[in-house]
């Protein structure tokens, strides 16, 4: 079965420390993404990259670090310098950026609690 | 950053009723796409629009590409219970950029 995977899928962390969400697809998409969803909000972009090596950041990046050192995987670090941790987050993928080539597909999201 | 207006936020309808929300915007997009998200999931895509004046069904869900470029409606005829949940819309702009509304958050009362 192709899809998005994210684990964990509840993650507990003292405040001031550092936690890496996990994203794998098996899509052979180009693209991925990170969203941030607090209650009663949209999804807000964190990071995207668009191809393997290479990602950009969002509308909000501060406090937040990624990678993409393979195709598949697209790793997001929650840093201690991010003020409001607590949130649902959302990893996406897609197979390109373009038109047709952008329809995201959702993984089943990792919710963070900071203590 | 730019946001989206999707109306309604909220509703509340009788099960077998339709439903209509729209997603508006001051800026041009060049593709709109309608996901749905149940509690504690991600959202799953199920429509995509790609030209203007476009509509398109996906079973008891119909949407539209607004001519303007600047809007999109999603309808839901005959609601179930299963179609709890919150809709959002997305678009995406010129420059490639996808812009998320807030969501509209459909209850449906027994």
Redesign the interface.
Known sequence: DGGITQSPKYLFRKEGQNVTLSCEQNLNHDAMYWYRQDPGQGLRLIYYSQIVNDFQKGDIAEGYSVSREKKESFPLTVTSAQKNPTAFYLCASSRGTTIIYNEQFFGPGTRLTVL | ?Q??N?SPQSMFIQEGEDVSMNCTSSSIF??W?W?KQDP??????LI?L?KAGELTSNGRLTAQFGITRKDSFLNISASIPSDVGIY?C?G?RRD?K?I????TRLHILP
Do not use: S
Not at chain 2, 40 to 45: I, K
Not at chain 2, 100 to 103: A, D, E, Q, R, Y
């Open positions: 950053g946001q989206l999707q060049n593709t796409l996901y504690g999931e991600g959202p799953v895509l995509a790609y959002f997305a995406q490639d996808i998320f509304g807030k969501g």
